[in-house]
T-cell receptor
Framework: DAGVIQSPRHEVTEMGQEVTLRCKPI?????LFWYRQTMMRGLELLIY????????DSGMPEDRFSAKMPNASFSTLKIQPSEPRDSAVYFC???????????FGPGTRLTVL | GENVEQHPSTLSVQEGDSAVIKCTYS??????FPWYKQELGKGPQLIID?????GEKKDQRIAVTLNKTAKHFSLHITETQPEDSAVYFC????????????FGGGTRLMVKP
């Protein structure tokens, strides 16, 4: 089992640039979560998909953030334009239908200069 | 919505001693309480969980207790080892609130050899 796969693992970009983070959930899982982790705010849920449909995006901080899940095996989180305060580790997690446990990927460390 | 408080934020113990981390939650309808361990540079990994119909669960050196009346749950690690050093997160889930996890702020555990 490959687990949740995220890419890239590290991203350094300049303010104003577009950033796209990618996630491949565990095969067979039908729920996908995007989190942001910072020292100040801890783990924050950004958006949650169920069967590829966004269920709750109340955690998405601004219109600069958008997320898509075009199919059951792929999701993206896009920031456009990026700002220094977006610097954080972004995690993707997936969950089996009817289950409780979320399985986290290794994260993408984003640095916006 | 749910609010999860976690204490202490940092904990230093000597190898072989026990460590206890405590969490409180606000929503009495929450019914699932996982604990995650996050090592440096990695995503959170589930180490143990407990459901609201159980008061205690044990897995080798790790145990979790739940007091539904007081709305608090605790993680107990006995015979700590240096490899237990990590950040630990508690979480709570309420099936009636979008089936999402609400995380505590994390505890950095340091086990000194």
């Amino acid at each position: 089992d490959a687990g949740v796969i995220q890419s890239p693992r590290h991203e350094v970009t300049e303010m104003g640039q577009e950033v796209t983070l990618r996630c491949k959930p565990i095969s067979g899982h039908n729920s996908l979560f995007w989190y942001r982790q910072t020292m100040m705010r801890g783990l924050e849920l950004l958006i949650y998909f169920n069967n590829n449909v966004p269920i709750d995006d109340s955690g998405m901080p601004e219109d600069r953030f958008s997320a898509k899940m075009p199919n059951a095996s792929f999701s993206t989180l896009k920031i456009q334009p990026s700002e220094p305060r977006d610097s954080a580790v972004y995690f993707c997690a997936s969950r089996l239908a009817g289950g409780d446990t979320q399985y986290f990927g290794p994260g993408t460390r984003l640095t916006v200069l | 919505g749910e609010n999860v408080e976690q204490h202490p934020s940092t904990l230093s113990v000597q190898e072989g001693d026990s460590a206890v981390i405590k969490c409180t939650y606000s929503d009495s309808a929450s019914n699932y309480f996982p604990w995650y361990k996050q090592e440096l540079g990695k995503g959170p990994q589930l180490i143990i969980d407990i459901r609201s119909n159980v008061g205690e669960k044990k897995d080798q050196r790790i145990a979790v207790t739940l007091n539904k009346t007081a709305k608090h749950f605790s993680l107990h690690i006995t015979e700590t080892q240096p490899e237990d050093s990590a950040v630990y997160f508690c979480a709570a889930k309420n099936n009636n609130a979008g089936n999402m996890l609400t995380f505590g702020g994390g505890t950095r555990l340091m086990v000194k050899p």
